[in-house]
């Protein structure tokens, strides 16, 4: 575990691996683990988005002129929590917000090869807020929160992502 104050950290990537994550220094030796193959299964209808959420209900849809999705709500008892599946030509390049690596005390990250580059990443903020992003070029899911109940069932739907293409 780091802290959030710890200044810089970057992140190496390279698909098929774990991102390596340190501190700037002036000689690196960056080691690297291989990822285990994508855990990800081929969906069996499609659905028009590359990721499809098992037992994610309709959900509450949103749109632009250049991208759409969905944000799902899970209720607790502290409240309502979301997460959000967005898809289109501007939605983003598939990776985690930058400051995600800054901030987090914890923080892993993997990409997996495929037709499509899938970036998986989860952390914990130092308040304690848990995160989660699964993305590839165009398409994200991703929710962040402190409740521990809405954290875990918002993980069994990102653990049932099935892939489209």
């Given at each position: 575990?780091?802290?959030?104050?710890?200044?810089?950290?970057?992140?190496?990537?390279?698909?098929?691996?774990?991102?390596a994550i340190?501190?700037?220094?002036?000689?690196?030796?960056?080691?690297?683990?291989?990822?285990?193959?994508?855990?990800?299964?081929?969906?069996?209808?499609?659905?028009?988005?590359?990721?499809?959420?098992?037992?994610?209900?309709?959900?509450?849809p949103f749109?632009?002129?250049?991208?759409?999705?969905?944000?799902?709500?899970?209720?607790?008892?502290?409240?309502?929590?979301?997460?959000?599946?967005?898809?289109?030509?501007?939605?983003?390049?598939?990776?985690?917000?930058?400051?995600?690596?800054?901030?987090?005390?914890?923080?892993?990250?993997?990409?997996?090869?495929?037709?499509?580059?899938?970036?998986?990443?989860?952390?914990?903020?130092?308040?304690?807020?848990?995160?989660?992003f699964l993305?590839?070029?165009?398409?994200?899911?991703?929710?962040?929160?402190?409740?521990?109940?809405?954290?875990?069932?918002?993980?069994?739907?990102?653990?049932?992502?099935?892939?489209?293409?």
């Open positions: 575990m780091r802290g959030a104050t710890d200044g810089l950290w970057i992140a190496f990537r390279k698909l098929g691996y774990r991102a340190m501190k700037p220094a002036e000689e690196l030796n960056v080691v690297m683990e291989r990822a285990v193959a994508a855990p990800f299964p081929r969906c069996k209808a499609g659905a028009g988005t590359a990721f499809q959420l098992p037992l994610a209900g309709e959900g509450r749109h632009d002129v250049d991208y759409n999705g969905r944000t799902y709500t899970v209720k607790t008892s502290s409240g309502k929590h979301y997460l959000r599946h967005g898809y289109g030509p501007m939605w983003g390049v598939g990776e985690p917000l930058p400051h995600y690596l800054q901030v987090s005390r914890s923080y892993a990250e993997t990409t997996y090869a495929g037709r499509a580059n899938i970036t998986a990443a989860r952390g914990e903020l130092a308040d304690g807020t848990r995160w989660r993305g590839t070029f165009g398409e994200t899911i991703s929710y962040q929160t402190k409740d521990g109940e809405a954290a875990r069932r918002f993980d069994l739907m990102l653990d049932g992502v099935c892939l489209e293409r």
